[in-house]
């Protein structure tokens, strides 16, 4: 856990966090080789023990501080998320008529 009281970033979380964007990037972009199933075993765990050393200590003192953290992560996260799907799912066909969205996208992209 994070117990930095001065308020000041912790630059090696950063650096941590920064080479997991790098080696997901290469992980996702290279296929697959010997080196990038190496890679898929860590990329993503790093992500989450470094968000996990960042939690803040007041949302872990009881269960109702937790609850508060969990609904604010909800009303943050998961509410821009199926609000923006669902806007997308009811766009759907007007993207198709204004060309935006192409259903034959992947002859162009194989």
């Known amino acids: 856990m994070n117990d930095n009281k001065s308020g000041q970033r912790d630059r090696t979380i950063d650096f941590i966090k920064g080479a997991g964007i790098v080696l997901m990037v290469y992980g996702h972009a290279d296929g697959s080789s010997l080196f990038t199933d190496f890679l898929r075993m860590f990329h993503m765990a790093i992500f989450f023990i470094a968000?996990?050393?960042?939690?803040?200590?007041?949302?872990?003192?009881?269960?109702?501080?937790?609850?508060?953290?969990?609904?604010?992560?909800?009303?943050?996260?998961?509410?821009?998320?199926?609000?923006?799907?669902t806007a997308y799912l009811l766009l759907h066909n007007v993207f198709l008529k204004l060309n935006i969205y192409l259903i034959d996208c992947v002859k162009y992209f194989v």
């Open 51 to 85: 968000s996990g050393y960042l939690i803040n200590l007041k949302y872990s003192r009881d269960i109702h501080s937790y609850g508060r953290y969990v609904k604010k992560k909800l009303k943050g996260l998961w509410l821009p998320y199926v609000g923006f799907n």
